[in-house]
Structure formats: C-alpha cells, structure tokens
C-alpha cells in the first residue's frame, strides 16, 4: 500500500496539472482543451486522465500560441503564478516563436482601423437621415 502512495506522489493527472500550472483558469477548460487535441505528447493526442511525470514534453496551444514544455515539478495544490511557473520549463525556440508571434500580432492591431464605439445620438440622427435619402 506505501508503494501506491509513493506511485501516486510521482504522478498527477494530466488535467490537474494543467490548472495547477495556471495554464488554463479552471480543470474544466484543461479537460476540454485535452479532449479537443489542443494538448499533446509527441504529436500524439491524449485524454485527461494521462499521468503527467516530471521529464514528461506536452506541446499546447492556447489561441494563436504554442508553448512546447517539460514538467519539472508536480504541484498538490493550485498556487500562486510565481509559483507555478517553476512546475515547468519551456523550450527556447518555443518561446522566441511565441514572443516573435505576439510582435506580430500588436503591429496588425496597430495598423487596424479603431471604432469610437457606439455612435452618439446626435451621430445615429444624421446616420437615419442619411440612409432614408439614399433608399428613396
């Protein structure tokens, strides 16, 4: 029965250990982001229940980003983000590719054009009449 314990120490779930590394806020979006094939090990999609070790590589993709990881530490608890960054480690041309993308990203959304928001009243009056003369 020790053994079991010992075993069980050395291993988590795959879910849990998601949520606990703060990669996603709760276990439900970590268990469906495994179902959806958004997590892998070694190309290979896996369930939520797969036993996480530490030395173990996980390829995840959250929106447009792909973190490549190996599992340094095990966590029992949901700790703070300083903490949980130390559960793993990411590989370097991961995370220049990640920072190279999120570059990309601000200067496309800086070159698109940007809303005011809601037009006021006074704005929405002239869109009607403006409108109503170009239907008739």
Not at 12 to 19: G, N, P, Q
Request: aromatic share 6%; glycine share 4%; net charge positive.
């Amino acid at each position: 029965m020790s053994t079991d314990k010992q075993n069980a120490a050395k291993t988590m779930r795959l879910d849990k250990w998601l949520w606990c590394a703060r990669f996603y806020k709760t276990r439900r979006l970590s268990t469906d982001a495994i179902k959806s094939g958004k997590v892998k090990t070694n190309g290979d999609k896996i369930k939520p229940s797969h036993m996480v070790k530490p030395g173990d590589l996980y390829t995840i993709r959250r929106g447009p980003y792909i973190y490549e990881i190996t599992v340094l530490r095990l966590a029992t608890h949901r700790r703070p983000a300083s903490e949980a960054m130390l559960l793993y480690e990411e590989n370097q041309d991961s995370k220049s590719q990640r920072e190279q993308l999120a570059e990309q990203l601000k200067a496309q959304n800086a070159m698109l054009p940007h809303s005011q928001g809601r037009p006021t009243k006074r704005e929405r009056r002239r869109i009607i009449r403006f409108t109503r003369k170009t239907s008739e």
